[in-house]
C-alpha cells in the first residue's frame, strides 16, 4: 500500500501509449492497462490491437511493473460516460484502494511525473483512511488542437484535471466530486491534434461522445492554420468560450514540440494555485 499505481485506458488510439507510458514508467510502482476484452468502446464500437504493440510494451517493460487487465467495460444498457466511468472503477479496483490511484488516457503525457510523485508522497496522510479522507489531485492541461505544416495550435490557457485520487468514487469521467487538492504540474494533451478521421473516432467513441456536434465543431476546425489562428476564438467541443484562443508552437512530433513549449510560462501561478486550493477547503469545511 501507498505507491504509485499509474492506469491507462487502451483503445482504439492504442498507439499513442508509445508516448504516454515512458514519462511515467520510473516513477510508477505499477502500471495497469485497461482493455476491453472484446475490444469494444464505449459507444459499442469495434477496434482493433495489431500485435506489434504488445511486442512493444514487452520489450519497453524491462522492470516487468506492467500488467493488462482484461475484462468486459462495455454494457449496451449504459451511455458512453458511463461505461468509462465503470471502466475506471473498475480499473481503480484492480489497482487497490490504500495507494494513490492516477489514471491516464493514451493522449496524455506528464512533463514532471516524478515532481508530481513527490508531491503525492508529502501528502501520504490522505492514504491512511482513503474513505473518511476522500480527495482527488489535479494538475494542468496543455490541449493541442491541430498540427500545422511546421508546428502545432494548442490551447493558450492550461486547464485543471483531475488524475489522481485515494478513492475511486467516480462520477463523470475522473471526477468524485470530492475536494480537489491543485498541484503546480503540466501534462501534454494530444487532444484535437490528429486527423479528421481520428477527431470523428474520438468524438464517436468517449465518454462525451451524446454532447459533441461533430460537424459544426469540425467545420471550424479545417478552417483554422497557422496563419489565421488568430482570428478565432472560444474553439471547445463543449462550451466554447472555455477555450478562448490559440498559440503556435514550432515542432513535428511531440519531442520537439515539448522542446519548443516554454512551460515556465504556461504554469499556472502560485497564486492562482492558492485561491483554488483555498476555495476547496472552504467549500468542503462546510458540507
Known sequence: MKEIQVGFLMSYDYKLLKNSIPPVYNEADGITIALDENLTTWSGEKFEVDEVFF?????????????????????????????????????????????????????????????FTEALKRNH??????????????????????????????????????????YPEYVNGRNTKNQVLYLPFLVLHECLSRSEQEIRMKFSNWGHSHQVNAEKFLEKWRSINQYNYKEFKNLFYLEPEKWKELSYARGTNVAEISKNLDYSKLMPSKMHLAFKNTEERIKFFFR
Not at 70 to 89: C, H, I, P, T, W
Open 125 to 166: 496522510k490522505f492514504l491512511e483512511n482513503p474513505e473518511k479522507n476522500q480527495i482527488q489531485i489535479a494538475a494542468y492541461y496543455i490541449n493541442l488542437y491541430k498540427y500545422t505544416e511546421e508546428g502545432v495550435l494548442y490551447v493558450s490557457k492550461p486547464r485543471n484535471q483531475k488524475f489522481a485520487t485515494n
Open 55 to 115: 511486442a512493444w510494451l514487452n520489450s519497453f517493460d524491462t522492470e516487468k511493473k506492467i500488467n493488462i487487465y482484461r475484462d468486459n467495460f462495455y454494457d449496451s444498457g449504459l451511455n458512453a460516460m458511463q461505461n468509462e466511468v465503470k471502466e475506471r472503477k473498475m480499473l481503480a479496483s484492480k489497482m487497490g484502494i490504500g495507494n494513490w490511484l492516477i489514471q491516464l488516457d493514451s493522449d496524455e503525457y506528464f512533463i514532471d511525473f516524478k515532481g
